[in-house]
């Protein structure tokens, strides 16, 4: 496993909005929590909290043409790639201006101008998609790259070895980026896993790296290789990112749930926090004072309260464009 | 064009008529493309010979993994290309069934409208002979109910291949359900490329005291009972919807208010068919036309069994056609 990752090698403004971002995503979590506890979101939410760095060290590697496909824990990822939070608040209030118009939610929020290709409410169900595209993008001849995020449960789903059997016989340009989280749904991953993931990547005879998911600096260059191999037209690449998520499976899990997750465990895992981790190397390394880190996060505070009120005062859409959407125009005159 | 120049000279096969509109897609447009497992050779037909006009990388040849190689599609199409897929046989759709029903037809949906999917899913489907329970099923009933799957079932080599031009051109999820016995039966068909707007139907046979709606293979079926019938003075009217999303409703209630009886025959289970959604729309929008209770003639709601008595018991008959046909008029 990468455990060692070289700041130098990143520019310090790259730096500065990767912590950023890693602080945009807590703060937009933590605000859910909260709202949905109010009862202000319709619907269930999964959050990513303790895992920011996976998705902004594997988004950072990427260009704004580049894909993502995300999954049921999703709001990580579509921030790292680039989406603004007030639609995003605005869709999982179910309103007009969300990303959607309403009518995706927390687990389907797209945006295929910022290359969201596909944000899934299955498990696995996006590791085809993601595929897809990179079949598409190498069949055309382009040298777009896409990352298929999933979890450790996914690494279950039969798609996930089909997707990298195809991947690898058609040399795709696809980076599969396990989040390994150490939990399927409620239970232990382990009980449910044979063997280690990043092993799956050798019989399908490409590459595999096992990376600390909680260092954002090793998540940018393990992905930052994969994505040079996958833009050469070497094929893909199976990252296996090793983290916790701080909060339940979905919000509002404790009213069924039970405790599952050890208390130790939980702490230790708080211990190794990765946006005050990376926050403290920024500091040691005199690229940002503690005064300009307080700064950057009040600013996203901000930034997340200005987007409930924009979510707030957008319209629920018309009753009427529920039969909209449906099929796209028909060319031909019927 | 003189139809009878057309007969003479273009009588062609169902499925080379598919391959027809499928060649002349690729030719239109190359971000078409199509991919299955074994397109190259082509086992069922359709797309043999391509691989050799269009090369490996736009006729390509898959592993066995339906459910992936169906979603690849959503995402490949989300980017750009046209993907075209051969899936063999209609009941492999259920291996594949997360990324037809979860992805394919619920993105652009889901989405708020944001992409387009152009995509084709064409595959032999049905009954065709003691293939037993796993290769003679017909998901069209099934599929219907999915929502954002436009679904085409021709019953003419004619209509095979205006109808795979439409259904490549739109820029849709389409299900193409070639039924297997059609595949050999021959038709005129133009050189030329056309195409059949998706949710037209067709009267393929005129008449004035029964509707009969036919879906695929039981359009001829239907044909035949009616020229029977003709002879004892029974005129019906054969009326083949072509596409069951979007559904062509006028049309059958247009001959159902001039015959005022109806039948649908499908060529699936009873239960939840075609056949069920058919009589309960002309029901409830023209119920004050029907002289009689409208009829369904369906397969019994089992697994298609596979020794012959069994499974011809199974499955649609002529007489369970003129059966149907004569309760209404009784």
Redesign the interface.
């Known amino acids: 496993m990468t455990t060692t990752s070289a700041l130098k090698d990143l520019s310090q403004d790259d730096a500065i909005m990767m912590l950023r971002n890693m602080i945009r995503i807590r703060r937009f979590e933590e605000k859910l929590s909260v709202l949905f506890k109010r009862g202000k979101l319709p619907g269930f939410v999964h959050l990513y909290t303790g895992e920011e760095a996976i998705a902004v060290g594997a988004c950072s590697a990427l260009r704004t043409d580049d894909r993502i496909t995300s999954t049921h824990r999703g709001h990580g990822h579509l921030i790292a790639k680039g989406a603004r939070v007030d639609r995003m608040m605005a869709e999982l209030f179910g309103r007009v201006d969300g990303y959607c118009r309403g009518k995706g939610g927390s687990m389907h929020i797209v945006s295929f101008e910022l290359g969201i290709i596909g944000t899934n409410g299955i498990v696995g169900g996006g590791i085809p998609i993601g595929t897809g595209s990179a079949w598409a993008d190498r069949h055309l001849g382009r040298d777009n790259v896409t990352i298929v995020f999933f979890g450790d449960g996914a690494s279950n789903q039969g798609v996930f070895f089909e997707s990298m059997n195809i991947a690898s016989v058609w040399g795709l340009p696809v980076i599969f980026v396990c989040e390994n989280n150490g939990y399927t749904e409620w239970t232990p991953t382990s009980e449910l896993t044979a063997g280690n993931i990043v092993d799956r990547a050798a019989p399908m005879g490409i590459p595999g790296e096992a990376v600390d998911g909680n260092d954002v600096v090793a998540m940018r260059f393990a992905v930052e290789r994969a994505v040079e191999r996958a833009r050469k037209g070497e094929g893909p690449t199976l990252i296996e990112a090793k983290s916790y998520r701080w909060n339940g499976h979905n919000e509002g899990e404790e009213a069924f749930a039970g405790a599952y997750r050890p208390d130790e465990e939980q702490a230790a895992w708080r211990e190794r926090d990765p946006i005050l981790a990376f926050g403290e190397r920024l500091v040691e390394n005199e690229w940002l004072s503690r005064d300009e880190w307080a700064a950057i996060d009040s600013d996203e505070q901000a930034q997340i309260e200005a987007a409930v009120e924009f979510a707030e005062n957008s319209p629920f859409p018309d009753a009427e464009e529920v039969l909209d959407h449906l099929f796209a125009p028909s060319k031909e005159r019927a | 064009m003189a139809a009878k120049t057309v007969t003479e000279e273009r009588n062609v096969y169902f499925i080379e008529a598919m391959r027809e509109g499928l060649r002349a897609m690729l030719g239109e447009d190359e971000?078409v493309?199509i991919i299955g497992e074994d397109v190259g050779r082509s086992v069922i037909g359709a797309t043999r010979g391509l691989v050799e006009d269009f090369g490996p990388?736009r006729v390509r040849n898959?592993?066995i993994?339906e459910?992936?190689?169906?979603?690849?599609?959503?995402?490949?199409?989300?980017?750009?290309?046209r993907?075209v897929v051969d899936l063999m046989v209609g009941s492999f759709f259920y291996v594949a069934m997360?990324?037809l029903a979860?992805?394919a037809a619920k993105?652009?949906?889901?989405?708020?409208?944001?992409?387009?999917?152009p995509i084709v899913y064409f595959t032999a489907t049905g009954p065709s002979g003691s293939a037993a329970a796993q290769h003679s099923e017909n998901p069209h009933p099934m599929l219907m109910n999915v929502?954002?799957l436009?679904i085409v079932m021709p019953s003419t080599p004619y209509d095979a291949k205006g109808l795979m031009v439409?259904a490549i051109?739109?820029?849709?999820p389409v299900v193409y359900l070639q039924d297997f016995v059609l595949g050999g039966v021959r038709g005129p068909v133009p050189e030329e490329t056309y195409?059949i707007?998706?949710?037209?139907g067709d009267i393929k046979r005129a008449g004035k005291d029964v509707t009969v709606v036919a879906i695929g293979a039981a359009v001829p079926k239907a044909l035949r009972v009616a020229n029977k019938l003709e002879a004892e003075g029974i005129s019906v009217e054969v009326v083949d919807p072509r596409t069951l999303v979007p559904l062509d409703m006028d049309l059958i209630l247009e001959s159902v208010a001039r015959t005022g009886r109806l039948v649908v025959v499908d060529n699936a289970r009873l239960t939840c068919s075609a056949a069920s959604e058919i009589v309960a729309s002309v029901s409830e929008k023209g119920f004050d036309l029907l002289k009689a209770a409208p009829q369904r003639v369906a397969w019994e709601n089992v697994p298609v069994p596979f020794s012959p008595p069994l499974e011809e018991r199974a499955l649609i008959s002529d007489s369970d056609i003129d059966s149907a046909i004569r309760l209404t008029l009784a």
């Open positions: 971000n493309v990388m898959t592993p993994s459910a992936t190689f169906v979603g690849m599609c959503v995402g490949a199409a989300a980017v750009g290309l993907p997360d990324q979860d992805q993105l652009r949906y889901m989405s708020g409208g944001q992409v387009n999917l929502a954002g436009k439409s051109r739109d820029d849709n195409s707007p998706l949710g037209v």
